[in-house]
Each structure stands twice: as C-alpha cells, then as structure tokens.
C-alpha cells in the first residue's frame, strides 16, 4: 500500500488562508452579507481547494465503478449478480440513470470495471471505458476476507490512477459512483466495523427487499463480521468485508485530494469508501462534500460519523453516482458566484456603509 | 381584476391521468423501483403539467420584478431606497448573484420594472428588460393602502403578460424573483394577514439588520395592519400591504400555471404572491414548486401553510430568484430521467420479475 499512503502524506489541510481570501471577496459581491448562506461556505471550501478566489466548475467528472460481491450468492440483494455487467452495459449505451443525470450536471462519465462476473458488452460505447477487472468479483465475505493483500493493492491503485488521470485531465470536480450487487450488504458490513455498531442498525433495504431478505442480510452482515473480526483498522475492514469498487473508490477519493481536486459524495456504499480514507487521511474531508443523504439507514450513521451535512435530500437511494451528480450543481453554482458577481464598487450600488449612514439619518 | 379571474379559471388541476402514466414509465426504467425518490415525484407532476411523458426542460426562464416600497421611509430595511435602482443597473449588466445562478441554471434572465423609484441605468444591458413602472414606488403602508384597486390591477396584468410571453415562448419553466428595498416587510405584513399571525413571528432580518431595526420593523408590520386592516380577502391583502412586484409575481403565478408552465418558487417575498395565488386558485399548487427554504421565520410558515416541502435548504435569504435558480436544476434532472434512460426491455437488464425468480432459487 506504499503509493497510497504517499498521496494520504500529499493531501493537506485546506488552511484557513484562501478561505478567509475568498470570504473577504463574498463580502464585497453585490449581495447582502453572507446572504447566500450555504452556498458561500461551500463557494469558499472550493477556493480554499484550488487556491483561488475565482475556482474552475470545470471539467466535472463521474466515476462509475463495478464490481460484484461474492457474498450476493448468500440471497441479499432483489437482483442477481448478472444484473452488475449488464447494467455497466447500459452505463456504456448511455441508457442508465447516471448517464440522464451526469449529462444535466454537465459531467463526463466514465465507467471502470474493477471486478465484475459477467460479460460487458463494451461495444458501441458512448462513454469512457476502463477495464481492469481485479478478479471476477470477491469471494463471499461470511466464509473469509473478501480479498487478498495483493487484491485490495490492485484495486486501490485502479482509483490511485483515476485520480491521477484526472489531475492530468484538469478536472475541477470529481464524484465517484458505484454499480454492484451486492454492495449495500459489503458497505453494511464496512459500516457496523467503522462505526462499531450493531448490524441491524446500518443494513437497510439496499435497492429494495422483502423483510426476509432483509432479515437476511442482516444476519449475512453478522456473520461476515465474524468470520474476519476486522476491528478498527481501515484497510483490513475494506479487505475482508469491502469490495473491489469501494477500494478502488477509497483510492480515487485519497488521490483526488492529493492533487486538490474537490470531490462530491454520493450514497452509502460510496461514503463506505470515505470511511476509509477520513480513517487514515483526515484532512480528506476537507476536499469532500457530502452531496446527498439517502434513506439507508446506514447512511445517515456515516454522515454522523464523518459530521457532514448533506447538501441534498431526495430519498434517493440508487448509487451510481446519482446523488452526486445531482449535488454537483451546487458546487457549480456556487463556483459562479465567485467568478461571475461584481462587487459594490464596480456596479455603483450602496454597500453597508451608506446603509449605515443612511439608517442614522432616517431613524 | 376580471384578466386575472380569467386565468384562474383557466388553471386546471394537474389530475392523475399522466402522472399515472408517468409512474408507470419510471417503473419500466432501468433502476429499481422508486430508487429516486423524490426525484421520481417531481418527474411525474412535470409530466403531468406538461401532459406527456417526456417533459421538457428547456427554455427556463427567471423573471426578476423590482419596485419600491413607501414603506421603507420608515427605516426597515439595511439599505436605502435607492439600492432598488442601482440593483437593477446591476442585474442589465449582469453582475448580480441571479445572473451567476441563473447562468448556471442554463435560464434566461429577464427583469421588469414594475414600480422603481429611482433611475434605471439600461445602457447596455446584457439581458432582457422590461419598463413598466405602475407608479416610483408604493405608498407607505402604515399611513393607509400601499396601492390603490387601479395600481394593483396593473401590476397584476405585468405579470399575466409575462406568463402570456412564456408561454409564446415555449417556456418549459419558470422562476420568478424580486428586488425592492422594503419588501420582507410587505410580505411579512401579507403572511401576518394571510396566516392570521402575530407580527412578530413572521418578521425577520431580511437582508441583514440589528436588533433595534428588526423591532422597528414588526412595530411598522403591525401598524401597517392596524392602518389597512385587510382582513383575509387575498387581493385586500396584496393592494394594502402588498408591493407591485409582489402583485406582478402573484399574476404571472396564475398566468403559468393557466398556460400549464412548471413554476419554481423561491423565497419569502416571492412565496408571499404564492400565497395570494393558491388562496385565490388552489389548483394552482400543482404547478408550483417550493424552491428552497429561507431562513426568514416566516418563510418556513408560509411554506407549512401551503403545504408544501422545499427542495433545497442552504440559508439563502437574498430573493432575486437565486433560489429558485438553484432548484431549477432539479427539476431539469428530473426531467432528464423521463427523457433519457433506457427501459429493462431495450437495455437488456434484468427486471424485477427474474430477480424474484433468482431470489426464489437461491434462497
């Protein structure tokens, strides 16, 4: 795990230098005092991240990461495992939620097949495509760890690239999403490990289940927790109860932080990732937003966790990436106030001062 | 005022035949059912304002309506009178924080003058601008009606002429803001009459002011009541405590939604003409959507009084629109959805049926 731990020494604190810079311009914008509210801590935070007061909103990327689950054989999930390959199908046609969503957030997409079972039909694509399968999806997780040493490596340097590619890329924002039956059961899993909680408190209904396959993740989740008693520490929680795709996530959430690129959460199974990598990186959370609160239960836990607060919520509980590209309009937005307002000054409109002046003299 | 009851009789409840429909596509989408949440419900209710299944999104249109407010001579607000005008040469020239957001929004931007007090720089304006000044401001409140029945008809008519524009336009949906120096008292004094509150519940700092101007102000809503005493007749209500601006928005409200235009609501001020609008035309509502939340107290008891749950809740208190901007893009994300995922059928993906079968063998 060397090349992760040299971006985790790479990513520093944002400092309070460029923030208060950027806070000193919101004041002067032809607007009453921090009367954007949210939006100017978030306009800030991104300054902070880039070092400016007038942050980039583009290009904006969407990570899609596959994989499958070999705990999904246990009965845990409405779909079967067949359903991760041909929906990374339907991401590469351009037909799933994510495509609809990323387009209207004015972001890339680009799916990386990191573990997936079945075959992808990766022709005629309309997105970017990577494949670099770790293995056909990890083992099942209530009999032993998930993957191997050299496995978990592999796939956080799938993620340790992808940031790589997007600094190259000059990308101003990056989300991370995921597709993998199965991995609500594995985020679960990494849940209840981080936060030292009972596995019926963060194993919810996933893509949707009936009761009794409910009560039967949770009891997957038990057992799993068993079979490989983790503890605390991160990396062996992502290894014995993770997944390829939150690995390669962890590792795509650590580099883009490295190279102070702002990153947007998603749903539970990617907030399972920054789990990871606030555990071993704290300064990580300051280049990542929590873009949205999903109904899982486990979700919530993590947000507590992690103490953010949600931009967005919508009671969507897809994953792909679906929140995020919804939050990335936030960010966006807030990127134009700061680059596109005049201040008091340039416009000849009163700033507070005559305000003040005028207060006195009419009361 | 029989234009105005002209549209509202035009305005027809949304019904469930194509939100039916519409539910019935989303189902067939390739995600699990539901999985959007609240997206999927905004989806639907555009589909059936729009009467199709693949609503569209675009144009998007924010019309800002600025006017003054008589009522500001007595010390109410943070900022002169003359603030009105200089923020309108702000918003032709595109420096305001609704050109950043709009912008971002993908929305066009018009402005209408419907009262200012002061001179309008337009020399070369970036954006649309519209002249009609009813009258250089209303009268101040406290000392009688703001406007009289004839000024109320004309800022009413303003805003039925700008849903009529819209809807020649093709506009798939609208966002109306405001400016007026003095108008959170308006509309605290027109929720104080509509909700039948005391004063000092629905009074807040509006732009930003200090505890002893704050007082003055819920002094100045309480006698603005006790002089016009409007009762709960709703257009009482918008001609003595109401402003032209406010009166615009309440027409241009009916006006889309009797052209069946999607509405964005935005914040106190604005809500306070949604008020007026589904007092008069409870139908209207199913056009209407609640942008944001604003931290003005009264915001949030206009918004428990209408019934209706915000989109987005970032601490924005700064009207122009900029929140409704913000939730614009919600409604294009949800308007994404219907137009370009793929269905389990044309993906190839398994739907729910195989996986029962998948759940069944293996369990």
Not at 58 to 83: C, K, L, N, Q, T
Not at 222 to 229: G, T
Request: hydrophobic share 50%; aromatic share 4%; glycine share 12%.
């Amino acid at each position: 795990m060397s090349r992760l731990h040299e971006s985790i020494r790479r990513v520093d604190p944002i400092g309070v230098g460029w923030r208060e810079r950027a806070e000193a311009r919101l004041g002067q914008l032809t607007k009453p005092v921090r009367s954007l509210g949210r939006l100017e801590e978030i306009a800030a935070r991104l300054c902070a991240i880039q070092q400016t007061v007038t942050p980039r909103a583009m290009p904006r990327r969407i990570v899609v990461f596959a994989a499958d689950h070999g705990v999904a054989e246990e009965g845990v999930s409405a779909y079967p495992s067949a359903v991760t390959a041909q929906m990374v199908g339907n991401f590469l046609h351009g037909g799933a939620a994510i495509n609809a969503l990323a387009r209207a957030a004015g972001a890339e997409v680009c799916i990386v097949d990191t573990g997936v079972a079945g075959m992808i039909d990766a022709s005629a694509t309309t997105v970017a495509f990577v494949s670099r399968p770790v293995r056909g999806g990890t083992r099942n997780m209530t009999k032993g760890p998930a993957m191997s040493e050299d496995e978990l490596r592999c796939a956080l340097d799938i993620g340790l690239d992808v940031a790589d590619d997007a600094a190259r890329d000059g990308v101003a924002m990056i989300a991370c999403g995921e597709m993998g039956i199965g991995n609500t059961t594995a985020a679960s899993a990494m849940t209840a490990a981080f936060l030292d909680a009972p596995a019926g408190e963060v194993t919810g209904a996933g893509t949707g289940i009936d009761a009794e396959t409910h009560a039967r993740k949770i009891d997957v989740v038990r057992r799993a927790l068993i079979a490989n008693h983790p503890r605390r520490d991160p990396l062996a929680i992502l290894r014995t109860v993770g997944g390829f795709e939150i690995a390669a996530i962890a590792g795509a959430y650590v580099g883009a932080a490295a190279h102070r690129i702002a990153i947007v959460g998603d749903g539970f199974v990617a907030t399972a990732a920054a789990l990871v990598a606030a555990s071993l990186c704290p300064p990580f959370l300051d280049y990542w937003f929590a873009g949205h609160r999903s109904p899982e239960p486990g979700h919530a836990l993590q947000l507590l966790f992690l103490r953010q607060q949600p931009l967005l919520e919508f009671g969507m509980r897809l994953g792909e990436g679906t929140g995020a590209a919804l939050a990335m309009h936030v960010l966006a937005a807030a990127a134009a106030v700061m680059n596109e307002m005049a201040t008091f000054d340039s416009a000849g409109v009163a700033g507070r001062g005559e305000a003040a002046a005028y207060m006195v003299g009419e009361s």
